[in-house]
């Protein structure tokens, strides 16, 4: 039989514009893929975010559902309680799980969403919010061992990824690439896999650290920069690692190339929390003199009827009466404020008042269900071109994150390539592809029954 029957290769980030079009020539294997079988544009979740995106593709279950709104969640009502979403907030079985109850062995490495790691019918190697190697982070507990004997210092993540140490940065996220397929190869010769994962945070890391230098239309573009070519030379060696990776596997092996999102310039930030002082509902006690993250101000709650919190997309809480400690919204007038902040949100402009294109979504519109604690309001600043930013005493527009340097936002379209060597496709184009697709699509392929309520079709792969 195969070995692996199935590869998947995720790319966080990775943007279908330059793998398709732009650099399609530079990029033979996955050029191959693309010819030999189906590829297209894939609609991410919203929000377009690693966490939650990965678990929603591999469980088929959106953020509404799965109760991840991003990477911190609010725990509970209090006004400044969030925390990172962990593995533990999946209570979905994921593909591997699926897969390894029907009798496959399987891999998942570095698929965010997995720290801590869960039991699984083979191996798994946590993702990138793993705080370090000193904890456990494989399955089985011993996995850590061999992994250290590979590869003394295996990378988790590109450690501060927003610096201006560029060099530095650009060192350690070709490192990061090569010990997750020289991890994914060593699986693969040692344990034979029916099914193997592996993301590579690279993809997305480089986005934001050189976008800069790459593109022109970047208002901050760095002309001559000498890292003008660092995104187009990366995706050439994860190209190269991809085809190297696939002469491993049997000639039968189908695979999956995929990202959870795309990207783009990140053209500048709002200040969202400063836009909802500037319309009197966030009142804080004294305003500071700079930009100060709302968590180190003291807000007057009780004349506070909305907060925002900063991100690639905005999210927005109503200080409702009888839900927040100190609410002050009438339950029964909680539905025309939101609708009062969705006109204040949609009409904010860019810094020369033009009207930008955003988008504000509640929760409702666009999840199945809703669980957990949600934020009431979405906000999508000019289709992510402008991120949210979370601070009060600075201006209303900023041209930087509020978490360090950073050349690029994340983008609603990431892609897909799926080949299978049994049922080539001859390069067709598939339209339409949603992110929760996925796990549909290869359940039915593996010949396994899809559980209720999935919220994706089956794609004709």
């Known amino acids: 039989m195969a070995s692996p029957r199935l590869v998947i290769i995720g790319l966080d980030c990775m943007e279908p514009s330059l793998v398709f079009n732009r650099w399609r020539d530079d990029l033979p294997n996955l050029s191959r893929l693309m010819a030999q079988g189906s590829y297209?544009?894939?609609?991410?979740?919203?929000?377009?975010?690693?966490?939650?995106?990965?678990?929603?593709?591999?469980?088929?279950?959106?953020?509404?559902?799965?109760?991840?709104?991003?990477?911190?969640?609010?725990?509970?009502?209090?006004?400044?309680?969030?925390?990172?979403?962990n593995s533990s907030s999946v209570r979905f079985p994921r593909l591997w799980d699926y897969l390894g109850d029907a009798g496959w062995r399987v891999a998942a490495l570095s698929v965010p969403g997995t720290f801590p790691p869960s039991p699984v019918n083979g191996s798994m190697v946590s993702?990138?919010?793993?705080?370090?190697?000193?904890?456990?982070?494989?399955?089985?507990?011993?996995?850590?061992?061999?992994?250290?004997?590979?590869?003394?210092?295996?990378?988790?993540?590109?450690?501060?990824?927003?610096?201006?140490?560029?060099?530095?940065i650009l060192d350690n996220i070709y490192t990061l690439c090569d010990q997750r397929f020289t991890l994914a190869a060593q699986i693969i010769a040692q344990d034979s896999p029916d099914f193997l994962m592996l993301v590579d945070m690279g993809v997305d890391r480089i986005h934001h650290s050189f976008w800069k230098p790459m593109d022109p239309s970047h208002p901050?573009?760095?002309?001559?920069?000498?890292?003008?070519?660092?995104?187009?030379?990366?995706?050439c060696h994860v190209d190269g690692r991809v085809g190297e990776l696939l002469a491993q596997c049997s000639d039968e092996t189908a695979v999956l190339v995929v990202s959870d999102h795309g990207a783009r310039p990140l053209l500048g930030g709002i200040c969202i929390n400063q836009w909802l002082m500037q319309a009197g509902l966030l009142t804080l006690k004294e305003?500071?003199?700079e930009a100060t993250p709302l968590d180190e101000v003291e807000v007057d709650w009780s004349r506070t009827k909305a907060w925002g919190a900063g991100g690639y997309y905005g999210r927005v809480f109503v200080n409702v009466q009888g839900r927040e400690p100190q609410g002050i919204v009438p339950m029964g007038e909680y539905e025309q404020t939101r609708a009062e902040l969705i006109e204040l949100l949609e009409a904010i402009p860019d810094p020369a008042g033009?009207?930008?294109?955003?988008?504000?979504?509640?929760?409702?519109?666009?999840?199945?269900?809703?669980?957990?604690?949600?934020?009431?309001?979405?906000?999508?600043?000019?289709?992510?071109a402008w991120r949210s930013v979370g601070t009060v005493g600075g201006g209303l527009h900023t041209v930087d994150n509020d978490t360090g340097p950073d050349d690029a936002n994340h983008a609603q379209y990431g892609l897909m390539i799926f080949h299978d060597p049994k049922r080539p496709k001859q390069g067709q184009v598939l339209e339409?592809?949603?992110?929760?697709?996925?796990?549909?699509?290869?359940?039915?392929w593996a010949g396994l029954d899809l559980p209720?309520?999935?919220?994706?079709?089956v794609l004709g792969v």
């Not at 669980?371 to 289709?383: K, Q």
């Not at 209720?452 to 079709?457: E, I, Q």
């Open 40 to 85: 297209g544009k894939m609609e991410s979740s919203i929000p377009a975010i690693t966490v939650p995106a990965w678990s929603c593709m591999m469980s088929g279950r959106d953020p509404g559902e799965l109760g991840i709104y991003g990477f911190r969640n609010r725990v509970n009502r209090d006004y400044q309680q969030m925390a990172i979403a």
């Open 127 to 168: 993702c990138f919010l793993t705080p370090s190697t000193d904890v456990p982070y494989t399955h089985p507990p011993e996995l850590a061992a061999q992994i250290q004997a590979w590869m003394p210092d295996f990378l988790l993540d590109v450690p501060h990824f927003r610096s201006d140490d560029k060099a530095r």
């Open 220 to 235: 901050q573009h760095e002309p001559g920069s000498p890292f003008a070519n660092a995104i187009h030379d990366y995706y």
């Open 287 to 289: 305003t500071p003199t």
């Open 354 to 384: 033009k009207p930008l294109n955003n988008k504000v979504y509640t929760p409702q519109q666009v999840y199945k269900k809703v669980r957990g604690i949600a934020p009431d309001l979405i906000a999508y600043f000019d289709e992510l």
């Open 432 to 444: 339409d592809v949603q992110i929760y697709d996925f796990l549909p699509t290869l359940l039915n």
């Open 452 to 457: 209720a309520g999935l919220r994706g079709k």
